[in-house]
């Protein structure tokens, strides 16, 4: 049986920089007035990039001390600090790696090398069924329209509506 390759991603900010590794620590370190270094994969597609401040191997009080690749997209917008919207870049994680042990972490890595491969679809950072789940993220906006209307024009006729539909998403099976 043959195994698909393993693939890595990275979520990006919407500019195309890599987010640091630690938001408390960068808050930390922004509030004392440092710069955090950070790469712009978008600007490196194709090309091996050297992280700009590695840390220690794996651990370190650094903010942005190590690159974080994923194999399952699904998993990455917890670290991403402003969520939504992302870019999502698939690359190749190069030199030593590691992780914090495979039952903390069995999906992502941590490297100070990689090779930016291409820009992907940012839907994938939702997992398999990204597509439908950003397809419904994007009618929030014209749904809470319409939810308000309905409120105001009747709200308890709203409110048993969302009852009818809440016991139906409860109900096992459905």
Known sequence: MAHRPVVHYIATRPDGTVPPTSR????YHRAQGETIPTVNLADHIGQTVDHPSPGQKWYTD?????FHPYTRPGEIL?????????RLFVVEPL????????DFAPHWLMSHQLRVIEETDSWRAFGHRGAQVLAVLTQLPDLAAQWATQWAADPEGARRTYRRGRRGWTTPGC
């Open 62 to 66: 650094k903010p942005f001390s190590y």
């Open 24 to 27: 408390h620590l960068a808050a």
């Open 95 to 102: 030199g030593e790696t590691g992780n914090w042990g495979d």
């Open 78 to 86: 917890e670290r991403i600090e402003d969520g939504w919207p992302v």
